[in-house]
Every structure is written in C-alpha cells, then in structure tokens.
C-alpha cells in the first residue's frame, strides 16, 4: 500500500487509518475463518476414529459370536468325530448326538416359547430324514431337505462340515446345527443336526461377550466395561431383536454387521457420546465458533467504533474550522468598525455633533457584539472543560429579561428589529443573573440574525406552577420538526442556512442549553403561533414575589 497519491502528495492521515483498520478487520476475518475450519477438520477426524472404533467393536462383537457358536458346534457336534465311515458301511442313528443324561424332546431351558430340541439324521443318497425326538412341522422338515442338499458346505476340521442354519419358517424363526459325513472317497454321505435354542444362543451368550471380552482396544480402556462405553443390539435376519444391553446409547457414533448368506445375526454398536475422553486423545475437540465469532464481532465493533471516531473527529475538525473561520470573521467586522470610527473621531472628520454620536453609538454598539461574542466563546470553552459554574441566587426575573432586552437594544436597531416585551411582573427564581443574562442574548440574537429584517420579536415571561418560562419568538421561516433538537448541539447550522452569507460562531444555542441545564431546567424549540420559531427555556423553583415575602417573614417568626 503506497501512503502517496498518484500526484506524489501524501495520503491523508484519516484515510491511512481507514485503510488499515479495514485491514485489520479482513485479517481478523482470515484468522477466524482458518481457525474455524482447522477446527472443524480435527472434530471430523475425530469423529471419523469414534466412527472406526464403533465399527471396529461391531466387527469384534461378530467375532466373539462366531467363536462362540462355533464351539457349542464344536461341543454338540463332537461325537461325528467318532464315526468312522470307512470301517463302518451302516451309520448310526440321530440318537448319538444326544448328550449323556438329557431326555430327548425336552424344551429348550431359556424361554418358554422355544421349541422342543430334536435331533436328526439326512441320508443324502436317499433323501430320508430320521429324527429323534418330536418331530417339527412339515414346512420345517423340507426346508431342511431342501436347504442341506444345496446347501455349498463350509470346509471344518477332520473332513467334516458344519453348517449353521437359521430361516424363517411358517412364521417362526429356527436355527438348525448340522455337520455333513463324508466317506473315504470324499463324497457327502449324510448330515447329522439338532435345533439349537436361539435364546440359549442368544442373550446368554452376548451378555457373557459384553462381560469377558474387549470390544475396544484395551490399550485406551483399562478397565472400563463394556457398557460403559457403548450398547449393544444383536438382530436375528428378519429383524427381530435376540440380544439388547442396557442401557442403550444414542450417539452419531455407529457400526454394525448386516446380514447376510453368511451372516444370519446381525448387530449394531452405538458408542456413548462422551466416550471420546477415552478414546480420543484429548477428547472431541469442542467447537470454538462462539468464541471466533466472539472475537471476530468484537473486533468488527471495535474497528467500528475506531471508524466513528475517526469520522467524528474529522467532523470535529471541520467543523472547528469553520467555527475558527466564523469567529474571525465575526471579530473582524466589529473590530473594523471600532478602528473606522474611532479613526473619524481622533481626526477629527465629524462634520457635526449628530455624526459624533452616531459614531459614539457604533463603536458602543460593536464593542457589546464583540463582548457578547467574547462571552459565548468562553462560556463555550468551560462547557467543553466541564467546569460550567453558576452562583445562583433568588433573582426577580421581570427586571433581569428587562435589562437584557436594554443590552441588547442597539444591536437590534441595527437591524431594524423591534423587541416587544410581555413579563409577568412579580416571579421570582434563583438563578445566575450573568448566565441568564447571555442566555437572553444569544436568543435574541439568534431571532434578530436569522429572522427577516425589520420584523418584531417578542420575549414573554410567565409562570407555570413552579416553573418559570421564557419564550423568543421570531417571525422567520420557523424551524423544521426533525432540527428542532439538532440546532442546539455545537457547530451546527440549518441545512437551508448552510450556504447563506448569515455569520454566526454555531456555539449559541448550545451556551444557551448548557447555562439552562446547569440550573436544573429545560431548553426546546417549536413553532410561534404567529409563524416562524420560538425558543423555550425553562427554569426551576419559581415562584411569586408575594410568596417569597411570606416565606421569609415565616422564616423569621421561627
């Protein structure tokens, strides 16, 4: 960024300041934006490995089941093992799976509801199918034909295949266990089965995995159980729910195993949601985007607050300027004046004894402009230095607006304005009898300077309970409703005066409103009922002569 302009002058130092507080801004803009999306990236990789360990859990959780099924298989089908299909061209029947001690058809220990375990034997040349034990429905029975003959055969120790075989059948669930023989060439010579339990193989079995096994890396777990890290939902493949920990967990933190041919169980792993402490290092990173955009707005306000400044004092600057360029020019005419015809008077130039005194009556006349002015810089000057003082003492406000209206006498003749008065006689009011005195000054002046030359301009005193109020009015072009209370700031001027050739300092009415405030009242404009404006002041704790006379003679018999 170059600090010159094009023609080699130096860039102003407002707009540098600008420049680089816009800066500032689009930077802290940048920082926040780079902030949010690094950390958005590492809660999504976060939640990506709390995503992979669900997953990673479900998979050991299929796992577990596998092996667990795979060793009641193991168990139950063990005594295949012993049949020796080479020496022995007569297999044995179905009954020598059951296990010593139980009774065969007896019903499944775990649930009431579950069928009666039978055993059986399917002679694969033949298609004949020996059960022992009461026989399941038809339905069951061929689709167990069907299902064995087609069956592809899964690979197992000592030759022998064992199958697992869950279906739906006339609306109720089986799982069916069953091992193919084979004899000496190879060639599939029968399968031996039973009905599992499928609660017995259900709940049991996974709530024993939830307890015994690590379903996450131990490593990050220590000890924690299982269950106080994640839940469990085991499904059978037609969606009916054999296993189900407590309590369950919701969190986006899911995986699961579908079902399929190979998979009759299916599972869903559900992590809770404040198991990234442990599982992450450092924890799911919290989102920081209220406190960036906390410092990004704080920033903006800031940078804001620095740009109305500066606009504010470069209105300031302008506008003291033109208060200096004002004030000169005010100084300068009456100053003018004094010098012209005190220079007539010493030399003697007056012709006759009417010039003399009306160069008298100039120069007296200018000479007050030039104090009044005077008096309202300094007034001006205090305000701004917040050392405004008045001394105010009960004062009979008739004589006080009276001997303003004298003051200001010879400068309304000069404009050929009439000062009517109309005072209510007997209020009285403490008051600054200095302050209040300019106060009346600055109003008649400012009806005199903007109101048409020639024209009256009335000041009336009355009383209103314990308030007395003090109205100017002209017969100028009035005061629009949206500047009523904008004249009364300092340096400001009606947009309809803003190019006309009326001198004035901008610092009047707000002397005027300051020395008002300063004794507790109130200061507005509104409408004259005759057209044109009309300056309000008001001031506290008035009351009448007679009242006060009474007060004090009470106060002297106490």
């Known amino acids: 960024m170059s600090f010159l302009r094009r023609d080699g002058r130096p860039r102003s130092r407002a707009t540098v300041l600008v420049t680089l507080l816009l800066l500032t801004v689009a930077l802290a803009a940048v920082l926040t934006w780079q902030a949010y999306d690094a950390a958005r990236s590492h809660r999504e990789t976060a939640e990506r490995v709390l995503t992979d360990y669900a997953s990673f859990a479900s998979w050991r959780l299929h796992e577990a089941g596998k092996m667990e099924m795979g060793g009641m298989m193991e168990r139950a089908l063990s005594p295949l093992i012993l049949i020796d299909t080479r020496s022995a ?27 009666s375990r039978y055993y059986f034997r399917a002679d694969l040349q033949t298609g004949v199918v020996d059960i022992v034990g009461p026989p399941p429905p038809p339905g069951v029975l061929a689709s167990l ?20 075989f869950f279906r739906e059948v006339e609306g109720d669930s089986r799982l069916l266990m069953y091992g193919v023989k084979s004899d000496g060439a190879g060639k599939r010579i029968a399968a031996y089965g039973f009905e599992a339990c499928l609660s017995g193989f259900g709940a049991p079995r996974f709530k024993a995995i939830m307890k015994n096994w690590h379903l996450l890396p131990p490593a990050l777990t220590k000890k924690v159980p299982n269950e106080s890290l994640l839940s469990v939902v085991v499904s059978d493949s037609f969606g009916r729910i054999v296993y189900e920990s407590k309590p369950q967990y919701t969190s986006r933190y899911e995986g699961g195993i579908v079902p399929s041919s190979r998979v009759f169980l299916s599972n869903r792993v559900t992590l809770r ?25 704080l920033t903006t306000v800031m940078v804001g607050a620095a740009l109305v400044q500066l606009r504010r004092e470069h209105d ?51 000479a007050r402009r030039l104090t009044h002015l005077v008096e309202n810089v300094l007034h001006f000057s205090r305000s701004e230095r917040q050392q405004t003082h008045i001394a105010r003492e009960d004062s009979a406000l008739s004589p006080e607006v009276a001997s303003a209206l004298e003051l200001f006498a010879p400068i309304a003749s000069a404009r050929g304005v009439t000062v009517r008065a109309d005072l ?25 300077k903007y109101g048409p030359q020639g024209a009256n301009v009335t000041v009336a005193l009355t009383l209103h309970g314990d308030r007395a109020i003090i109205r100017v009015d002209d017969h100028g072009p009035g005061i629009d409703a949206a500047e009523r209370e904008r004249i009364w700031t300092p340096f400001y001027r009606l ?64």
């Open 145 to 164: 034909a069907d299902t064995i003959a087609a069956w592809k055969m899964w690979e197992s120790w000592d030759g022998m295949n064992i199958v697992p």
């Open 89 to 115: 061209p007569i297999l044995p029947g179905p009954e020598m799976l059951v296990p010593t001690g139980s009774k065969i058809g007896t019903k499944c220990a775990h649930a009431p509801g579950d069928p």
């Open 424 to 448: 209510e006689e007997g209020i009285v009011a403490p008051v600054d009898r200095d302050a209040l005195r300019q106060v009346l000054i600055n109003l008649l002046d400012n009806a005199v």
């Open 273 to 297: 949601p404040d198991a990234a402490e442990k599982l992450v290092i450092g924890g799911l990173p919290r989102s920081r985007l209220p406190l960036l955009l906390g410092l990004l707005t």
């Open 316 to 366: 300031l600057a302008r506008l003291r300027s033109d208060f200096v360029s004002s004030v000169s020019h005010e100084l300068r005419t009456p100053l003018a004046q004094i010098r012209m015809f005190g220079e007539t008077l010493r030399l003697g130039r007056v012709r006759s004894e009417e010039e003399r005194r009306r160069s008298l009556d100039i120069i007296d006349q200018e």
């Open 495 to 558: 947009e309809r005066d803003a190019g006309s050739a009326v001198a004035g300092s901008g610092i009047g009415l707000s002397v005027v409103r300051e020395l008002i405030n300063a004794h507790g009242g109130r200061s507005w404009a509104e409408s004259a009922p005759g057209g044109g404006a009309r300056l309000v002041i008001e001031l506290p704790d008035a009351r009448r002569e007679a009242d006060r006379a009474r007060q004090e003679l009470t106060t002297a018999g106490d």
